[in-house]
């Protein structure tokens, strides 16, 4: 029970990782595949909060009430910011991969994997 | 975008809830040294209030609030805000990012002055999100306006 | 920490990450990945985390989707449901291999909330100060503020978020080269599709 609880967090990331992996690989609208990869993204910050987490300790602000000097009290900070710059870089190049995928659309008029690849190799 | 439907009460309940919107991301920015809150989530929300009214009511009536001109600079400017504050404390003589050495305020040492130069930081990140976030959204949609332009 | 509200929040978290990718209109996908951030946005706070969840639940769920809904509008609203790509037993066994090797990996993390794993334990494995410790203790006499996240983000380590800041400077910078045009290059196209035209 004990391993339970301290590995169903990763089983589930584990998941959502492969369902954004399977939108990469397996779906052939490019669109699709953007949302994919956003799943992926959000899995590793969601695997990075999770790792953070301490039992019976309070968020990372501080509290008189909590001494500082047990470090137990207190969540880790550290991933916290780490994830929290990685979100909005992540918003920032979605929006480069949209730019991309509309000037992709502009010159091919489609937007299948297939499709594109058999396009470009007739030009 | 294509066949926009203007409504009345969405038009002004948008710009009604815009300002407010504005007002708690500074809020947001500014008290992000006591709670969960800070430059990145502020400037998202400023970000949100201006594509509120952009989704809303169209490009003529929101850049009346923010000029589509603007995102790019706003970005630049923010950075620079935050690069300026690491090369002042080159300037005073300390290492960059030190902000020990940002002694622009007479007064003001130590551990204030840390929080100081944070909530200087915090503002740069806000204005750079702010303005690439809008700037984004503004190229993202940049034919379509041309479009109703000519 | 709540593991039942956390396991609550996660199932339904996986739910709307399929139904994003398995749906066929590209709209109904856009709004379940907005419900998708919204779900990793809570259960983020129920972490602890409530600074990324605040993040999350402002960019993942606002903007994004707002990005994705342009995207879709400025391209095709539907994926039509073409045959599954070529090369699909090699596909298969990659996500399966995928999956298997990181299954076998979890078993080898340390518990989660263990205060003395060894991301959290306070002299380090190389034997020094954990950074994350020295962050706690000492976070609050440095710089007067609270919020151990905001001194780290703006002082400790400045040199990340400065990158970050020019990473997303340069972010926007490229999505404006790519498509805005200037009006020479939109006369000079306009032209040569009314030549073609005729």
């Given at each position: ?9 990763y089983?589930?990331?584990i ?9 990469i690989?397996f ?35 501080y ?9 137990a009290?207190y969540?880790?900070?550290l ?18 991969a ?8 502009k010159?091919y ?7 594109l ?7 | 975008?294509?066949?926009r ?46 594509l509120?009214?952009?989704?809303a ?56 002055l ?8 915090e ?28 | 920490m ?12 996986v739910?709307a ?41 402002v ?7 707002i ?5 879709i ?23 399966l291999?995928?999956?298997a ?10 518990d ?7 991301l ?28 151990m996240v ?29 498509l ?13 599709s ?5």
């Amino acid at each position: 029970m004990s391993f339970f609880l301290g590995h169903y967090a990763y089983w589930f990331i584990i998941g959502l990782l492969l369902i954004g992996f399977y939108a990469i690989i397996f779906k052939r609208n490019l669109v699709k595949q953007v949302i994919g990869l956003s799943i992926f993204q959000t899995s590793i910050i969601l695997f990075w909060v999770a790792s953070a987490v301490k039992w019976n300790a309070t968020v990372p602000i501080y509290d008189p009430a909590f001494p500082l000097e047990e470090t137990a009290n207190y969540i880790n900070p550290l991933p916290h910011t780490l994830m929290l710059t990685a979100i909005v870089v992540g918003v920032a190049t979605l929006g480069v991969a949209f730019a991309l995928l509309i000037t992709i659309y502009k010159h091919y008029k489609t937007l299948d994997e297939e499709e594109l690849i058999k396009e470009m190799k007739r030009w | 975008m294509k066949e926009r439907d203007e409504s009345p009460i969405v038009l002004i309940v948008s710009r009604i809830l815009s300002p407010f919107i504005m007002l708690f991301g500074a809020y947001v920015i500014a008290h992000g040294h006591y709670s969960p809150g800070g430059g990145f989530q502020g400037g998202a929300m400023l970000a949100a209030s201006v594509l509120l009214v952009r989704l809303a009511a169209g490009s003529r009536i929101s850049e009346l609030q923010f000029k589509r001109a603007w995102g790019t600079p706003l970005g630049i400017a923010g950075v620079s805000l935050f690069f300026g504050v690491g090369l002042a404390a080159v300037l005073f003589g300390g290492q960059f990012l030190n902000h020990e050495f940002f002694h622009l305020i007479p007064g003001v040492t130590g551990p204030m002055l840390r929080s100081l130069s944070i909530l200087v930081i915090e503002v740069g990140v806000g204005l750079a999100v702010m303005g690439i976030l809008v700037s984004i959204y503004d190229d993202l949609l940049e034919e379509d306006e041309r479009r109703e332009d000519l | 920490m709540h593991w039942e509200l956390e396991i609550t929040l996660l199932i339904f978290g996986v739910a709307a990450a399929w139904l994003s990718i398995s749906t066929r209109s590209l709209l109904t996908s856009a709004v379940t990945l907005t419900v998708f951030s919204f779900l990793m946005a809570l259960s983020f706070v129920t972490m602890g985390a409530i600074d990324v969840g605040f993040t999350e639940a402002v960019v993942g769920a606002g903007v994004t989707g707002i990005f994705i809904i342009i995207a879709i509008f400025k391209t095709a609203r539907q994926s039509p449901e073409k045959p599954e790509p070529r090369l699909r037993a090699p596909r298969l066994a990659a996500l399966l291999l995928f999956g298997a090797l990181l299954i076998y990996g979890s078993t080898g993390l340390p518990d989660r909330g263990d205060a003395n794993a060894l991301l959290h334990r306070d002299p380090s494995a190389a034997g020094t100060v954990n950074a994350a410790s020295y962050y706690i203790q000492n976070a609050y006499e440095d710089a007067a503020t609270p919020n151990m996240v905001t001194v780290i983000l703006a002082d400790y380590r400045g040199y990340d978020t400065l990158g970050e800041e020019i990473v997303i400077l340069a972010a926007g910078l490229i999505c404006f080269l790519i498509l805005r045009t200037t009006r020479e290059r939109r006369e000079r196209e306009r032209r040569k599709s009314d030549r073609f035209n005729r």
